[in-house]
């Protein structure tokens, strides 16, 4: 049986480690972002978010830069509006394109830049220009349906 | 002459006392937690009693249920070629639903016990009765600092339960599966959201710690004075702690979806 100071101790370590993989939980897995109000914010227009959500990933070159903050509707012309957030440090050109990808064939989607060759930046709450929306494998399924139809009729 | 009717109503009449003579218990004890003497010593003992001796157990498990969640998830993700949301899959169910309830069926079964056997002895040796004598109340005394300490201690331990875990399907996914690394902590972290899921998951824990806390203290409180008394109070505490566990856990994940 330990005696009251090494209980203290061994009671204190048990807390500590509680608390640190909490702590772990909440700012590693949990992602509760700290650098917030930090970051760069940035907004595109898409005709197509599929199933982009909240939270997903934005990379450049499949690295993990930011965050898609919010998706909205405009409401005048029904594009989307993706906001979202990139590490600030980052130093976009403004001909950055933005695409909606998925990771493998069920994997989740994600928002990819990619940079261009311009000397101007992007700046906090710019828009993205270019953009690729969410290919809808539905569609691309009609499509190719349609096309085979249309050449065994010829 | 008894008839079946009677029988109902001697039962029904039996739950609600129960129910009600629980209540009174689980009052008195959030009453010691507002009037003097604090015993911070009494806390930190039953903190080591019920958290770190509980720590092995809890880790050891956390452990083993992350590999084996690593590798039905991998089996079955694997037959579609999605083997990069193994670390959602597994993030996901761990911290809403695994973490919290299977550390507090274990807390149940290494701490719950001892609580409840502990206490049913303390009233088997009439050294509750003893208390009573030096005007000590057994309950601010004996059964506040065990109860409190077991609501406290279960988030820690339920966090430590799901990092092990969430280890122990990286090591199955990664090195030995042959999962990409870098995917793995990308669909885990970008699947769970701290308010939803991680808060969720703690709050989960701490409802189950007042749960077990307070029933484990109960039935040893309750136990009557003689051997077969403590070892019934004993499977009671566990069964009807358990059982507790499990139907909050439904009740919370109904209403909240947590």
Request: aromatic letters at 8%; charged letters at 15%; hydrophobic letters at 45%.
């Amino acid at each position: 049986m330990p005696n009251s100071a090494q209980r203290d101790l061994l009671v204190g370590l048990f807390v500590l480690a509680g608390l640190v993989a909490i702590a772990y939980l909440s700012i590693q897995v949990g992602g509760a972002n700290y650098a917030g109000p930090g970051g760069l914010s940035l907004t595109a227009y898409f005709d197509e978010v599929g199933g982009l959500a909240e939270r997903a990933p934005v990379v450049v070159g499949g690295v993990k830069v930011g965050t898609v903050r919010r998706i909205d509707l405009d409401e005048e012309d029904f594009r989307a509006i993706v906001t979202l957030e990139v590490d600030d440090s980052l130093e976009l050109p403004d001909d950055t394109s933005a695409s909606i990808l998925t990771a493998g064939v069920l994997g989740d989607q994600y928002l990819s830049l990619e940079p261009g060759g311009s000397p101007d930046l992007l700046g906090n709450g710019d828009t993205i220009t270019y953009t690729q929306g969410a290919v809808v494998l539905e569609r691309l399924i009609g499509k190719l349906l349609t096309s085979f139809g249309s050449g065994d009729g010829e | 002459m008894t008839t079946p009717i009677h029988t109902l109503g001697q039962r029904s009449i039996g739950l609600i006392q129960g129910l009600g003579s629980f209540s009174l218990f689980g009052s008195r004890i959030l009453l010691c937690l507002f009037t003097p003497p604090f015993r911070p010593r009494r806390l930190l003992d039953e903190c080591f009693e019920g958290g770190f001796m509980s720590l092995a157990i809890v880790c050891t498990s956390g452990a083993a249920v992350g590999m084996v969640m690593g590798l039905q998830s991998f089996n079955a993700l694997s037959r579609f070629g999605a083997e990069e949301s193994m670390g959602s899959l597994v993030g996901l169910t761990l911290v809403r639903e695994l973490g919290p309830v299977l550390t507090a069926l274990l807390v149940i079964g290494r701490a719950g016990s001892a609580t409840a056997a502990g206490i049913g002895a303390m009233v088997a040796t009439q050294q509750l009765d003893g208390l009573r004598m030096l005007s000590i109340d057994p309950i601010h005394y004996v059964a506040a600092p065990k109860a409190v300490a077991l609501t406290l201690v279960m988030p820690l331990l339920s966090a430590l339960f799901i990092c092990f875990a969430l280890a122990g399907g990286y090591v199955i996914g990664v090195p030995v599966l042959g999962v990409d690394g870098g995917s793995y902590l990308t669909s885990l972290e970008s699947a769970l959201d701290f308010s939803d899921d991680i808060l969720g998951s703690l709050l989960k824990a701490f409802v189950f710690g007042i749960l077990v806390g307070l029933i484990a203290t109960y039935r040893g409180y309750t136990s009557e004075p003689n051997s077969e008394g403590v070892s019934r109070a004993t499977t009671g505490a566990v069964v009807q702690a358990s059982v507790a566990t499990l139907v909050v856990d439904y009740v919370i994940t109904a209403l909240w979806g947590i």
